[in-house]
């Protein structure tokens, strides 16, 4: 996959204090990428860079392989973003406020915006106002109108602060539908763990300005698989009983007394085997090393939910 937008060793300082420091990131065209960490951290720093709402103060940014400055606005418009609350007319409804919007910015075009509605599911929305709709419906209209100038990179800052699960459940079904079916990407950020690792293809994890980690779910996944961890003198006669007795392949030896096995066997019929071929056993037990125990040890932060 193309590297669509890179950051190069982005800072911010504030009154001589960095709050952004270093950041390499790198988002693939297409994916989900979910930028996590506690607040704070830096994510809207960082993402106000991206979309030149605040100058870095070193570093620079790459989108579609070009460096972006102050005057990147062809650039720019590849670009859409919901950074902070979108703010509406209250008495109007979704589609006068994006043709006033429209008429605004100057794009005023009624086809991306039907469009836009279409995709968000406020098309039949038509006679409410917006001051009656729901943080979630509020939240899809800022989708919609960051929508309507067909951006290829979609920005969002913690979009789903403050939605119910109903809420939280349509906006990841936008998500997903904006990279699946239009080949968008998205950039969206969070404090929540469980919301990110449900729809991101890539995570970038933020921890006092300091970009942690970035890396594929899959392999987060795959590394945080459960298995069952071996300890004992006897590691070869151990492994002759995994491979002869029980038939297992997928394990390895950690160190000369530590075995983790991966297949799927059961403890007891584990322990049953060892014992009968007399390997003295030091300790034989499951390990789910979850997701969140990850990310909790990677910042030492409790923070994540
Ligand atoms: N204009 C500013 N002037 C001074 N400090 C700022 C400014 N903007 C942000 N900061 C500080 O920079 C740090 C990072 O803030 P930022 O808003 O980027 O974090 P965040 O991860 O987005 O958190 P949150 O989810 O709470 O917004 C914070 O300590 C914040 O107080």
């Known amino acids: ?37 506690p607040n704070g951290a830096g994510k809207t720093t960082v993402m106000k860079m991206i979309t030149n709402l ?27 973003c919901i950074i902070e609350n979108p703010v509406f007319y209250d008495k109007l409804t979704a589609r006068e406020n994006l043709q006033l919007h429209g008429e605004y910015m100057g794009y005023y075009n009624v086809k991306a915006m039907e469009e836009a509605l279409e ?33 290829e990179l979609l920005i969002l800052d913690e979009p789903i602060n403050g939605l119910d699960p109903m809420g939280i459940k349509e906006m990841r079904e936008v998500f997903r539908m904006l990279s699946r079916e239009y080949g968008m990407t998205l950039l969206i950020s969070s404090h929540l763990l469980g919301e990110v690792e449900q729809v991101a293809d890539t995570i970038g994890v933020i921890f006092e300005g300091i970009l942690l ?16 961890e071996l300890i004992t003198g006897e590691s070869g006669k151990a492994v002759y009983v995994l491979e002869h007795k029980l038939g297992l392949t997928n394990f390895k030896m950690l160190n000369p007394r530590t075995i ?13 085997a060892l014992i009968e071929a007399d390997v003295e056993l030091e300790s034989l037990s499951k390990k789910n090393h979850s997701l969140e125990d990850h990310f909790v040890e990677l910042m030492g932060w409790g923070g994540i939910a």
């Open 213 to 228: 980690e970035e890396v594929a779910m899959d392999r987060i996944r795959s590394r945080n698989t459960p298995y069952i």
């Open 54 to 80: 605040v100058k870095p103060t070193e570093g620079f940014i790459e989108f579609f392989g070009v460096s972006m400055t102050d005057h990147s606005y062809e650039l720019l418009k590849r670009m859409g």
């Open 119 to 151: 995709l968000v599911k406020l098309k039949d929305v038509d006679k409410k106002p917006v001051k009656q709709f729901s943080l979630g419906m509020k939240q899809r209209l800022g989708i919609a109108r960051a929508l309507m100038t067909k951006p």
């Open 1 to 37: 996959m193309t590297t669509i937008l890179r950051t190069w060793e982005l800072t911010k300082e504030y009154q001589g204090k960095e709050v952004v420091s270093g950041v390499n990131m790198n988002i693939k065209q297409g994916e989900i990428y979910g930028f996590l960490g």
């Open 260 to 272: 983790r096995i991966y297949d799927a066997v059961q403890q007891l019929e584990l322990n049953k």
